[in-house]
């Protein structure tokens, strides 16, 4: 377990610039930092970061619960507020994974796509176990009379297993940290440069995508094996017993991953989990 105190100030040193700077707080144990930003936009905050050394009350995506150990983990929560149509909500969601992924390659040395690699649309694998999950949580403005529903906020969730060296044996065989998958885990990684990547690269995905020239044509074959040619299970939603294989084929103009399913039917996959069949 590292229990080395979290340096708040050598992450905020190396943010400067971004629109995060000077929206920091850190708390040894929350219930989830995702909540603590939730309850900022009650207050009318439109920018911030949380981030705890332990979770006791995490989640993920549908019900799905997240492992936390007091310090071995990075467990933050960004509030964003970019002007964009909710439909691309979505979009937001792969820039944030985007983010993550080059953080993490930058910070620990992995090689991206190689080593850690996304699985559409929020979760990343470091050499094909789960090391981070990402919630985005979003709420609307009143849709006008004329023209889409802008975005009010969005609570941007981010888990990342550090220095864990040990899970709990129903997750053992599927979840992994960076030290683990490190050539020599003898030694912790330091988290606070770990934080500061990912708010910088966040930073950086959020502008490309309000830029009113945005190119949202990114190669994510680069990025993710996952996008296209992977052979899948869509899991269906918690309250809908179905799910079906097949292949992936990419993403529509939306951002929504298409599957050629073994039904014969082309998917498009709007919620449910990806898992490798």
């Known amino acids: ?39 900022a936009t009650k207050g009318g905050a439109r920018h911030g970061v949380w981030i705890a050394d332990e979770q006791t009350a995490g989640r993920g995506r549908g019900s799905h619960a997240w492992h936390s150990a007091s310090g071995d ?32 390659a930058l910070a620990a040395g992995f090689r991206v796509r190689e080593q850690i690699d996304i699985r559409w649309p929020n979760d990343l694998l470091l050499n094909g176990r789960k090391c981070c999950g990402i919630l985005i949580e979003t709420s609307a403005q009143p849709a006008p009379a004329t023209g889409p529903a802008i975005l009010r906020h969005a609570v941007i969730g981010i888990g990342v297993n550090v220095n864990h060296t040990v899970f709990s044996p129903e997750i053992d065989s599927i979840a992994t940290s960076l030290r683990r998958e ?52 869509v899991e269906a939603r918690d309250d809908d017993p179905g799910g079906y294989t097949g292949i992936t084929d990419g993403l529509d103009k939306d951002g929504f991953l298409r599957v050629n399913g073994d039904d014969g039917q082309l998917h498009t996959v709007l919620s449910g989990g990806l898992r490798e069949a």
């Open 1 to 39: 377990m590292a229990n080395e105190r979290f340096d708040l100030r050598a992450v905020e040193e190396a943010i400067v610039g971004t629109e995060f700077a000077g929206h920091l707080m850190h708390f040894s144990v929350v219930a989830s930092t995702n909540d603590l930003a939730h309850n």
């Open 73 to 104: 983990g990075l467990y933050l929560s960004a509030l964003v507020s970019p002007p964009i149509p909710m439909q691309n909500a979505l979009g937001l969601s792969m820039r944030v994974a985007l983010a993550v992924q080059s953080a993490i």
């Open 182 to 233: 490190l050539p020599d885990s003898s030694q912790p990684i330091a988290r606070e440069p770990l934080a500061a990547a990912i708010l910088v690269a966040l930073d950086q995905e959020i502008r490309r995508l309000t830029a009113s020239d945005a190119d949202s044509s990114h190669d994510l074959a680069q990025f993710s094996s996952w996008i296209s040619g992977k052979r899948v299970r």
